[in-house]
Structure formats: structure tokens, C-alpha cells
């Protein structure tokens, strides 16, 4: 596996779209690194499963509720 991904590869690595890779970098959910100034993003595979991990968390039966579900409570 390659050390450094693009959105493109991230997105295909984790199964979401390119906009919620954007998205989730955008709103800071996701670690990644800018590459030639703000132009460019890379990804690690590690940070990506992190990220999945906190996602995927509050979905689960019994978990601890998301961030978001919080909020609207």
C-alpha cells in the first residue's frame, strides 16, 4: 500500500465519495496534509481508518452516540 494517498485514492480506499473526503478535511474530521501550498491533499490509509473508526462507532447498536446525534438531542 502506498504511504501517501489522493482524494481520489482515499475515496476509493474508504468506499465514500471525493466530496465526503472534501468534506471531512474541510470540516477538520479527517488528518490530512496540503501539498504545494493549499493546493494538493494526501491522506494516510491509518487516518482514514481512524476517521471511519469515529464514524462508524456511533452507528453501531449500543455504541456511544455521534457527535452530530448529540447536537440534536
Known amino acids: 500500500m502506498k504511504k501517501w494517498l489522493t482524494v481520489a485514492e482515499g475515496a476509493e480506499y474508504s468506499g465514500v465519495s471525493r466530496d465526503t473526503i472534501y468534506t471531512a478535511c474541510a470540516r477538520r474530521e479527517l488528518r490530512h ?35 452530530a446525534r448529540e447536537a440534536r438531542a
Do not use: C, M, N, Y
Not at 491533499?41 to 456511544?64: N, S, V
Open 33 to 67: 496534509a496540503r501539498v504545494h501550498g493549499r493546493r494538493a491533499i494526501r491522506l494516510k490509509p491509518e487516518w482514514i481508518d481512524a476517521w471511519l473508526e469515529q464514524h462508524t462507532r456511533g452507528a453501531e447498536p449500543g455504541g456511544p452516540p455521534s457527535k
